[in-house]
């Protein structure tokens, strides 16, 4: 799932390398924080957050097909 995050929003920014995930998995959940440049921030939300909540949609049935959970957090790098 992190692969698939990855290059979802890799393909959106301008700074790909400037991109960096963090995975922490459970039992049956995982938790996702993704860090980019702040430039790349709106690309990555989209208008009214459509973007990011297209990006979730796809990593939820993804995860689902795993029978797990899972969550994404965008963090603005500092």
Known sequence: MKEL???????????PDEVFLVE????????LELK???DDLGKVIGKNG????????VLQAAASSHRKRV???V????
């Open 24 to 31: 922490h998995e459970d039992e049956d959940a995982v938790m």
């Open 75 to 78: 963090l603005g790098q500092e």
């Open 36 to 38: 980019i440049s702040p």
């Open 5 to 15: 995050v990855e290059y979802l929003v890799k393909s959106l920014v301008d700074q």
């Open 71 to 73: 969550r994404l957090e």
């Open 50 to 57: 459509n973007t990011i909540n297209a990006i979730r949609t």
